[in-house]
């Protein structure tokens, strides 16, 4: 299924991330980092132990995906990287706090880190406009860098506390770009409209899109392409004209 983009033309995954690095290996900026992203990772109780797994094994084998790790090092601008789980109100974990991606070797302690990281809970809540505000005094929290985005994955729409349009018009600069990886399970009714919803409420920005993924068994997938299109270093490039 092709990506859902708020903007009309959708720029497509480079191929020739080589040639891209090349260019910007040129540029020079003030900015620690070229980006620093937040992977949000859902675990109400609507994801059972072996979902959760898949979600977890899924991530860390995506992050050392070739074409994700090719993209990583595109520029010898570094990406910054943090990753949460969360589901109620008030149970947002950090998984892995902020890591500067240098190397391979980082990347590999990452992915190790969320692979070997247990389960904080499995309220029966979702709690969307609270996730993306930890996500949001996170990113606060991290390194300087020209670009900042939220990567929410869920199976599910918020139903507990306040809506992300709520946490948005509260707390949100303009400059913080959300994507969405929506896992399509479609077990529940509720979750029947889950892609509209994450269409009209959780992707935030003009170069916003959303990932489908057809079942949990499809994340690590979804998470591979959707790496592929966040840390694809156009937006330092612009910047750093």
């Known amino acids: 299924m092709e990506p ?22 040129q ?6 980092c070229r980006l620093k992203i937040v992977l949000a990772m859902d675990i109400s109780a609507s994801v059972d132990a072996k979902e959760d797994q898949l979600q977890r094994q899924g991530m860390a084998r995506a992050l050392l995906d070739e074409q994700v790790t090719s993209a990583f090092f595109a520029s010898k601008n570094p990406v910054a990287l943090a990753v949460i789980e969360w589901n109620g109100p008030t149970e947002q974990n950090i998984i892995s706090n902020w890591r500067m991606v240098y190397d391979l070797s980082d990347l590999h302690h990452i992915s190790t880190t969320i692979s070997n990281s247990i389960r904080g809970s499995d309220l029966p809540k979702t709690a969307m406009g ?8 996170l990113l606060d929290a991290g390194p300087n860098c020209a670009s900042s985005k939220i990567d929410l994955s869920a199976d599910g729409s918020n139903n507990s506390g306040p809506s ?32 509209e919803y994450f269409k009209t409420n959780v992707i935030r ?15 690590e997938r ?20």
């Open 222 to 241: 979804a998470m591979r392409e959707k790496l592929l299109m966040e840390i694809y270093p156009n937006a330092f490039l612009a910047k750093s004209n």
């Open 130 to 137: 609270e996730a993306l505000l930890f996500s949001k005094n």
């Open 4 to 25: 859902f983009r708020n903007k009309n033309e959708g720029a497509k995954i480079p191929l020739l991330i080589l040639v891209i690095g090349l260019v910007l290996v």
């Open 205 to 219: 920005g003009e170069e916003a899109f959303l990932i489908i993924a057809d079942g949990f068994d499809d994340f």
């Open 27 to 32: 540029t020079t900026s003030a900015f620690a």
């Open 164 to 195: 992300p349009f709520e946490i948005y018009s509260l707390y949100f600069p303009n400059d913080i770009q959300v994507n969405g990886l929506a896992i399509n399970a479609a077990e529940f009714e509720a979750e029947l409209h889950l892609i």
